[in-house]
């Protein structure tokens, strides 16, 4: 069973000033949920991030292994910082209407493809199974920038 979600978007920083400033109120979700196995159990770093969010918006914090279809609603915004995060997401029945790409950030193992979008082998393996999955993930930092379809950037 599959349940939709509003929206799905990879960001290695996860909660940040680009999320909260323009992707809540272009979304407008009734629940922001972070899946991430080190934020999961980390409670200071989700508390540090509980600072930012509007009282009217529910966060949540699961694991890879905790999400569930069933804790998903049609509004809930998901965040995730990596694409094997997105897939996990993908494969608990998590069906996004919009799934955007924002920044991966330079690392050792990365390559740019794009300027802010760092990828690494297994980055590009998760994307791989995410489009043979009939994903189609696009790339935009920003609601103010024009959305790129992934495929066409790897």
């Known amino acids: 069973m599959t349940t939709p979600t509003a929206f799905l978007r990879i960001d290695d920083r996860l909660i940040h000033g680009q ?3 323009s992707w809540l109120p272009e979304i407008k979700p009734d629940r922001l949920l972070v899946v991430n196995d080190r934020i999961s159990e980390d409670i200071m770093r989700q508390e540090l991030m509980a600072l930012s969010v509007p009282p009217e918006v529910d966060l949540q914090f699961f694991s890879t292994t905790e999400i569930a279809a069933a804790a998903v609603s049609d509004k809930s915004f998901i965040l995730v910082s990596s694409p ?3 897939w996990e997401c993908l494969q608990k029945g998590i069906a996004p209407r919009r799934f955007n790409v924002g920044g ?5 193992d990365k390559e740019e493809i794009f300027e802010a979008l760092h990828v690494s082998d297994d ?3 998760y994307f791989e199974l ?3 999955a ?3 993930p696009v790339f935009q ?3 103010q920038n024009e959305p790129m379809p992934l495929g066409d950037i790897l």
Not at 104 to 108: A, E, F, K, Q, V
């Open 19 to 21: 999320v909260i400033v």
């Open 84 to 86: 094997k995060d997105a």
């Open 104 to 108: 991966m950030h330079s690392r050792d």
């Open 123 to 125: 980055d590009r393996r």
């Open 130 to 132: 995410i489009l043979e």
């Open 134 to 136: 009939g994903m189609d």
């Open 141 to 143: 930092p920003t609601p």
